[in-house]
């Protein structure tokens, strides 16, 4: 079992539709960080949560430490969206991150 | 502007030569590190380098080598020993004490 584990893998929706992507891990952590690759591949962080709850823009991320969970939300969705999100933990006395297998998200006009 | 920069993003080689990898980063962050990332799967840690001079390898760094001689350099060579080379290939910095991960565009490298 992965110790950063996302879902769904994949997900498809229409325009203005509301988007929940969720990552649970196994391990303990010290940051939990929201990140979004396009198609060419670039990676942009979104978020990096130690506790409850950030917003950018229609970006909303929680986090739930007791339950180690993360959701990343996002509202009045776009098909500008469409992206891979990937969930990466950070354990460990070296600071390595721990990444999840990401979100394939495809918004359809 | 403080960031993270890997170059190039777009690199093509043929087969049986080596490659080298360029990420720099003017955050005056101590810890780097690289990652490889295949189609429809994450990202694996190639090597790390919490301070200069010294580098550790992390899950996959077979057919992999790096050097950390500046603070702001950590170059990652791709050799003729790596049995499949094309794949994206992500470069990110830490600060001292930070939790917080800073991250280039990538590279993708396509060996033909």
């Known amino acids: 079992k992965n110790e950063v584990e996302q879902s769904p893998q994949n997900l498809t929706a229409q325009e203005g539709e509301f988007i929940t992507i969720n990552c649970s891990y196994s391990?303990?952590?010290?940051?939990l960080h929201w990140l979004q690759q396009h198609p060419g591949g670039g990676i942009v962080s979104l978020f990096m949560?130690?506790?409850?709850?950030k917003k950018h823009g229609r970006l909303i991320a929680t986090i739930n430490i007791q339950e180690k969970h993360s959701s990343l939300h996002i509202t009045a969705s776009h098909p500008r969206d469409s992206a891979v999100y990937i969930c990466?933990?950070?354990?460990?006395?070296?600071?390595?991150?721990?990444w999840g297998a990401g979100t394939k998200l495809i918004i359809k006009p | 502007d403080g960031g993270i920069t890997q170059s190039p993003k777009y690199l093509f080689r043929k087969e049986g030569q080596n490659v080298t990898l360029s990420c720099e980063q003017n955050?005056?962050?101590?810890?780097m590190y690289w990652y490889r990332q295949d189609p429809g799967q994450g990202l694996r840690l190639i090597y790390y380098?919490?301070?200069?001079?010294?580098?550790q390898k992390g899950d996959i760094a077979e057919g992999y080598s790096v050097s950390r001689e500046k603070k702001e350099s950590f170059p990652l060579t791709v050799t003729s020993a790596q049995k499949n080379p094309t794949a994206f290939y992500l470069c990110?910095?830490?600060?001292?004490?930070?939790?917080?991960?800073?991250f280039g565009q990538g590279t993708r490298l396509t060996v033909v």
């Open positions: 990110a910095s830490r600060g001292r004490g930070s939790t917080e991960a800073f």
């Open positions: 955050l005056n962050h101590d810890a």
């Open positions: 380098s919490q301070i200069v001079n010294d580098f």
């Open positions: 391990v303990g952590i010290s940051a």
């Open positions: 949560l130690s506790s409850g709850k």
């Open positions: 990466a933990v950070r354990s460990g006395s070296n600071y390595q991150l721990i």
